[in-house]
C-alpha cells in the first residue's frame, strides 16, 4: 500500500523519547516488562552509532525505528507504527530508509528479533526479504521466543 502523502522521515529528537517510549510499551512491548523507557530511548537518539528514526503524518509521530549501525552488520533494535496508520506503508517506508541507509555505510546485513508469536510481523519482514535464521528460546523476559531474522544487502 502507498505511504500516506504527508508522511516525513527524519531523525528523532531528544525531546520525543517519552512518546517514543510510550510507543513502544503499548506496541512492541505489550505484556512484557518495560525496557524502553523515556531515558533509554534517549541514550539511542544520542548515540552516534543508531539511527532513531521518527515518522510523521501531519505532524504527529505515526511509528518510530530504532537501528545500530556496526562495521558491517546493522540490527534494527525497535519498530512500531501506530495502529491507525498500519498497511499504510509507513513501516515500509522507515524500514526502506533504514536499508539505503545502511548500503550508503556499507552494511552487509541487517539482523532483528521479532517474537514469535508475532506472525503480522514476521510477515511483515518476509515480504521485504528477510529469512529465519534461527530461534532464541526464552529472550522475551523469559516467556516467549525470537525468531531471528536477517536480510543480506549486498552479495
Known sequence: MKAHSSLRLRAAHRSEAAA????????????????W???RVRNQIEDTDTMTLVAS???HIAGFAIMHFGDLRARLVLIAVEPRYRRSGVGGAMLE???ASCVTAGIRDIRL?????NRLAQRFYRNR????????PGYYDRREAAVIMERKLVS
Open 20 to 35: 517514543i517510549a510510550s510507543l513502544s510499551r503499548l506496541h512492541v512491548e505489550h505484556g512484557l516488562r518495560w525496557r
Open 37 to 39: 523507557t523515556p531515558q
Open 57 to 59: 503524518v501531519d505532524g
Open 97 to 99: 530508509w533504514l536499508e
Open 113 to 117: 528479533e521479532v517474537r514469535a508469536g
Open 129 to 136: 526479504g528477510f529469512t529465519v535464521q534461527g530461534l532464541i
